[in-house]
């Protein structure tokens, strides 16, 4: 049986959608990269790409 | 995030380093050549967490003539090569196959990987090539089915999945499924 994402609707109406676990590291690296993407896919571009931001400018500079 | 048709997507996300400096690549790349950009760049430009050290490029192929023009247009726009300092050498790597590399003058990441098409499945990816609209110009990209494909049943790594599963999930609803399983065989 699929299990079923675990969401919230917060008090500012937004939907939260939260991370598996997963059993093993490659479960739990996949498994965040479907969060994340979720993620993107449900909010503002302004909004995911400030925080991708974070992680690409302090690698790079 | 928008789709305009099947040629064209807005995004309006803040622009990173990265993303500013293959703006201004590509400014200077596409008054001289076709190109597409291939590879990890495109999942990151589509949100994915990770950074990367180079940028993959396939430009269609030209001659010694043209590549000198740009070549020296990117050295006067602050670029220099990694592999030689002597077009002549340079072009020389790229007709034998062989990829070159650009960067930022006296930096050498994040870079540009470029290359040839070799093969006649690297030359169709200028025919469903993709432009993408960001704030700060347009960039042309492997089309997103290409490049899932190619991560998910060429390159294989771990990296490689979670790239194409990346773009999976983002673009569920606009990808071509069939087209998916065409590049697949």
Known sequence: MKDKKKIKITDNKEIRIFLKPGRNNKEERLNFVRYWAQYVKNHKDEDWSGQQNLLIDSQVQ | ?185
Not at chain 2, 163 to 173: F, G
């Open chain 2, 1 to 185: 995030m928008e789709f305009i048709n099947k040629k064209e997507i807005k995004l309006n996300r803040k622009l990173s380093y990265i993303d500013k400096l293959v703006l201004n690549f590509v400014s200077i790349l596409e008054k001289y050549v076709d190109y597409v950009i291939i590879s990890g760049y495109i999942s990151i430009l589509f949100g994915r967490a990770r950074a990367t050290e180079d940028i993959d490029i396939f430009i269609k192929k030209i001659e010694e003539k043209e590549f000198s023009k740009l070549y020296e247009a990117l050295d006067h726009g602050g670029f220099w090569c990694l592999n030689a300092e002597k077009v002549e050498e340079i072009f020389n790597y790229l007709q034998d196959g062989l990829a070159i590399r650009f960067a930022r003058k006296k930096t050498s990441i994040p870079n540009f990987e470029i290359k040839f098409p070799k093969r006649a499945i690297d030359e169709e990816t200028f025919g469903d090539s993709i432009n993408v609209i960001l704030s700060g110009g347009r960039i042309i990209i492997s089309s997103l089915e290409r490049q899932i494909a190619f991560k998910r049943y060429f390159l294989k790594s771990d990296k490689d999945i979670e790239d194409a599963l990346h773009i999976e999930e983002i673009l569920k609803i606009n990808l071509i499924m069939i087209k998916l399983i065409n590049l697949r065989k």
